[in-house]
């Protein structure tokens, strides 16, 4: 039970971080990330359970086809992961989330992994007592 609690608490943890970078990169590059304002706030958190679920589901099968790029790149296409997945969120929620570019696309999956190291080192851990 109390794993069960800890797992939902990480993932509340994980849906909130990935909706506060959403929208914070959709108000400062508001040419390139495009998040519908009819119920903004619904549908950043929407793409954030998304992002969230591509991240379990389908990154692992992602970071295993590119090590080899990965590698020859020492660590530098891993954003490109994340935006991939930003992308496929891009598809899904069709004209709700919109990436018009490239490059602030990649500034926003830098920080989304970013985000990911800074919530498993300081408050991840922690919770899980690490």
Do not use: R
């Amino acid at each position: 039970m109390k794993e069960n609690l800890k797992k939902l608490f990480t993932f509340f943890i994980k849906l909130v971080g990935y909706t506060v970078i959403l929208m914070a990169t959709a108000l400062i590059f508001q040419n390139t990330i495009y998040i519908d304002n009819s119920n903004y706030g619904l549908w950043c958190f929407v793409a954030a359970v998304l992002v969230f679920l591509l991240n379990v589901t389908i990154k692992p099968f992602l970071v295993w086809l590119t090590i080899p790029i990965t590698g020859i790149t020492l660590g530098l296409f891993y954003p490109f992961i994340n935006l991939i997945i930003l992308k496929i969120v891009s598809i899904i929620l069709g004209s709700h989330f919109i990436i018009y570019g490239i490059l602030y696309a990649v500034f926003a999956s830098v920080l989304i992994s970013f985000l990911n190291i800074l919530l498993d080192e300081l408050v991840l851990k922690k919770i899980e007592g690490k």
